[in-house]
């Protein structure tokens, strides 16, 4: 039992099967499912209101709760199925190297059953709205909330690290991705038919309930606190600049009725001016937080989600946290030497239009004999020797 308890609490990389692999397996696998019995699956999987609200089988009087959660799973088409299942098999992988497959299960599971809610919510209050009985009946099923989602964790964990298989020169970072995932998944299903985007509201619910689980729940156990307080994973910093004025004055409204109806949960840390623990993903801060036995530390523990209390990692700080911060500083040289690249340019070409010596310049050189011999002459007999050869 130990031992099944010490390969879930590992990080995804040393598990014998990379949750990577199984996540996307599962979507894969249903998705092809689907392909094959579109029906059959449809009623048991897919997110059908009126198999939500009352039991589709007589012999089994419950509700089909669950396909809230299982409605991510698979995709309608092979097609999108195609384009989902690497990139977010790509994306994952990248996102076990931190975080422990307790940690990814709790976050995927959070997000889409939040979406989830919040779809089949909204899809009652469109039913009763406009008495159009066919969509209580319209199963929606889509992978677009669980990708999102993935990315949100990877904008927390790899802000900085370009999006691999594109080209750098391109300058897209993993920060740009959860935007970018949501926005184009939205402006696909607004100009869709329905049919064939029904899911289309998972991508911004899972934009927004990502962001909401890893700012609020989810434990991180280097620092002893529930999410990520600090001010650079605010919500705003999920838009691109030009928004983000806009976007900061919703959510500071929201923020403030937040605290006056639930201040215990809603209150950010350094708001409290617990400035210690207000940032709990600072990685100049891994090693403040080793386990102390008998006035010595033992170990140090990596930030992030990854290890649990028992994990101890040689050196300062995780080998991981060393190459993100070797991969920022470059980035950071090679940003200065773009910048000062042009001005270098212009002070070359600037003293190539200069003359060789400045005026007044061989009052400040030694004087020479005439053996060839350099020797040292007060700057005021220069001056006058100067001054005698002019007249």
């Not at 308890?5 to 249903?30: K, Q």
């Not at 605010?234 to 109806?261: D, W």
Request: aromatic fraction near 10%.
């Amino acid at each position: 039992m130990d031992h099944m308890s010490d390969l879930v609490l590992r990080p995804g990389g040393e598990l014998p099967v990379l949750p990577s692999n199984v996540l996307g397996g599962a979507v894969a696998g249903l998705s092809l499912l689907h392909a094959a019995m579109p029906k059959e699956l449809d009623e048991a999987l897919a997110l059908v209101p009126h198999h939500t609200v009352f039991p589709p089988v007589a012999t089994l009087p419950v509700p089909f709760v669950w396909n809230i959660a299982t409605a991510h799973l698979f995709e309608e088409h092979l097609l999108k199925a195609a384009l989902v299942v690497p990139a977010m098999v790509l994306l994952a992988r990248m996102l076990e190297r931190l975080w422990s497959v307790k940690a990814i299960v709790a976050h995927l599971a959070f997000t889409a059953v939040c979406s989830g809610s919040v779809v089949f919510l909204a899809e009652l209050f469109h039913v009763y709205r406009t008495h159009h009985l066919p969509d209580f009946f319209l199963p929606i099923r889509g992978a677009a909330g669980l990708l999102v989602a993935v990315a949100i964790g990877l904008r927390h964990a790899y802000p900085l690290e370009a999006v691999p298989f594109l080209p750098r020169s391109l300058g897209f970072q993993c920060q740009h991705l959860p935007f970018g995932i949501a926005l184009f998944v939205t402006l696909i299903g607004a100009v869709a038919p329905r049919s064939m985007m029904a899911e289309w509201l998972f991508a911004p619910l899972a934009f927004f309930f990502g962001w909401l689980h890893i700012r609020y729940l989810m434990w991180f156990p280097y620092a002893g606190a529930h999410g990520d307080h600090s001010p650079d994973f605010c919500f705003a910093a999920l838009f691109p600049r030009p928004l983000r004025p806009l976007v900061s004055c919703f959510s500071s409204i929201a923020y403030a009725l937040g605290v006056t109806m639930c201040p215990g949960y809603f209150k950010l840390r350094q708001v409290e001016g617990d400035i210690g623990h207000s940032i709990v993903y600072d990685p100049t801060r891994g090693c403040d937080f080793g386990a102390v036995s008998g006035g010595t530390r033992t170990g140090m523990r990596p930030p992030g989600p990854a290890l649990d209390a028992g994990a101890v990692v040689d050196g300062p700080g995780s080998q991981e946290y060393n190459a993100r911060r070797a991969k920022a500083l470059q980035l950071l040289d090679d940003n200065i030497s773009s910048l000062l690249a042009p001005t270098a340019g212009k002070l070359a070409s600037f003293a190539r239009g200069m003359p060789l010596s400045m005026p007044g310049e061989e009052f400040l050189q030694p004087a020479t004999s005439e053996g060839g011999n350099d020797k040292q002459v007060p700057d005021l007999e220069i001056a006058k020797a100067s001054a005698n050869k002019d007249l």
